[in-house]
């Protein structure tokens, strides 16, 4: 019976070097190229931050050319549209602004926080990976869809409870902002939680702790850093919401502390004047890029606030 062998490939020593060249040289090509597109992928990003940047500040003084800054950040009324007095006091927006965003505050950390301590110290594997991708599609609806839910659900529920609740109102967006930023809250509170080392949680446990107290007294202080900086983020997320608090909110700056009564806040004013009724030039154009550069401070401030918070309160183990 005759059998027949695959005859195997000789190589000589002479043609693995060849080849171990052609390698080698591929790779070197690789390692040349892909550190300079990462490069200039980065620049891209610098020059895309400071052509934001160039165009909010140049813009912006030419709104302070005519309006004095000391009148925008010290009055009390906002009445751009008004053609025979325009009065352009940035506190009306920003009053209209810190109520949604408390608001949202309110129903986010709170939920946020719960729902991170459970996945981090009760929920099973198998009850995780349900619960993590039901938050990530809070995430992932679009601002538009919570404006609508927030206009014509939230509000008439609301107002059963609440009847002087008027149809546009700070009270419904807040909720409904406070409802989409649960995941941020949720997934960074988690990770800080996470990355507590599990040995602290078994020390406390083998002293006769509860798993609340445990989650209370050791994993919530370990984590202290990342979950504040989660609560200054979704805080910033909150600030420059824009389409729940135009569709929702309404458009009459005020700088009542009332919650039923219609409100205007920074973004949602940026988008009206957006729209194409004002007029190219106009002092109530430019008015949109000094607001828009207040509110990039406001946000950028937040930012360096959960930075230090980051860095003053952070656990090494």
């Given at each position: ?37 990462l ?42 549209f ?81 009847p ?15 409802i ?15 990355a507590?080392p ?6 406390a ?11 209370w ?101």
């Amino acid at each position: 019976m005759a059998t027949f062998e695959k005859e195997q490939p000789t190589y000589s020593v002479q043609d693995l070097i060849k080849e171990n060249k052609k390698k080698q040289s591929t790779t070197r090509v690789v390692e040349k190229i892909v550190p300079k597109v990462l490069l200039v992928t980065a620049i891209i990003s610098v020059l895309t931050t400071i052509g934001i940047l160039f165009t909010l500040i140049s813009e912006s003084v030419t709104f302070f050319q005519k309006i004095p800054f000391i009148e925008f950040i010290t009055s009390t009324d906002w009445t751009p549209f008004n053609s025979s007095d325009p009065q352009f006091g940035i506190y009306p927006l920003l009053m209209g602004t810190l109520k949604v965003t408390i608001v949202a505050m309110i129903v986010a950390i709170p939920t946020g926080l719960a729902c991170a301590i459970y996945l981090s110290e009760y929920a099973s594997d198998k009850t995780r990976r349900i619960i993590k991708p039901i938050l990530e599609v809070l995430a992932g609806i679009p601002t538009i869809v919570y404006g609508f839910f927030a206009l014509t659900f939230v509000t008439p529920l609301l107002q059963d409870f609440i009847p002087s609740l008027g149809i546009f109102n700070a009270l419904s967006p807040g909720i409904v902002v406070g409802i989409m930023i649960i995941p941020m809250v949720a997934s960074l509170s988690e990770d800080a939680m996470t990355a507590v080392p599990k040995a602290l949680r078994e020390g406390a446990l083998g002293l006769g702790s509860t798993k609340f107290e445990v989650a209370w007294k050791i994993v919530i202080p370990a984590a202290l850093s990342g979950i504040i900086s989660s609560f200054v983020l979704a805080f910033s997320r909150a600030i420059g919401e824009t389409m729940i608090v135009s569709v929702a909110g309404g458009a009459t700056p005020s700088m009542s502390l009332d919650l039923t009564q219609s409100i205007q806040t920074m973004t949602a004013y940026i988008v009206q004047v957006s729209g194409g009724d004002i007029s190219h030039g106009s002092i109530t154009y430019y008015s949109i890029y000094a607001v828009g550069m207040a509110l990039f401070v406001f946000t950028l401030l937040m930012n360096l606030l959960a930075q230090y918070i980051s860095r003053r309160f952070r656990e090494e183990y």
